[in-house]
Nanobody, 115 residues
Framework: QVQLVESGGGLVQSGGSLRLDCTAS????????VAWYRQAPGKQRDLVAS???????NYADSVKGRSLISRDNAKNTVYLQMNSLKPEDTAVYYC?????????WGQGTQVTVSS
């Protein structure tokens, strides 16, 4: 079992930045795949970014060039740095991890970008 706790969400003005943290209850060295998803009201949950191992990253076109996913295994944490935020980035952001052939989700953190 893995517990994932997201933090770092909040209210930010358009053009601002936020860093979201996803802290795992197990060492992230044992978690090969971690991803951030987001879900806006009335919409499906979409992939934002993912990281495999320490270097293989993937980004949704909507955030490419504005976001950076990274991990710090010493802190059991995966980060999502988001810059140049837009109102359309407003959503609940969820952390997702693959551990022992099972996917786990965090509870989500709200990001609201005001125009």
């Amino acid at each position: 079992q893995v517990q994932l706790v997201e933090s770092g969400g909040g209210l930010v003005q358009s053009g601002g930045s936020l860093r979201l943290d996803c802290t795992a209850s197990v060492t992230t060295r044992s978690i090969a795949f971690v991803a951030w998803y987001r879900q806006a009201p009335g919409k499906q949950r979409d992939l934002v970014a993912s990281i495999i191992g320490g270097e293989r990253t993937n980004y949704a076109d909507s955030v490419k060039g504005r976001s950076l996913i990274s991990r710090d295994n010493a802190k059991n944490t995966v980060y999502l740095q988001m810059n140049s935020l837009k109102p359309e980035d407003t959503a609940v952001y969820y952390c997702n991890a693959l551990f022992n052939s099972r996917y786990y989700w965090g509870q989500g953190t709200q990001v609201t970008v005001s125009s």
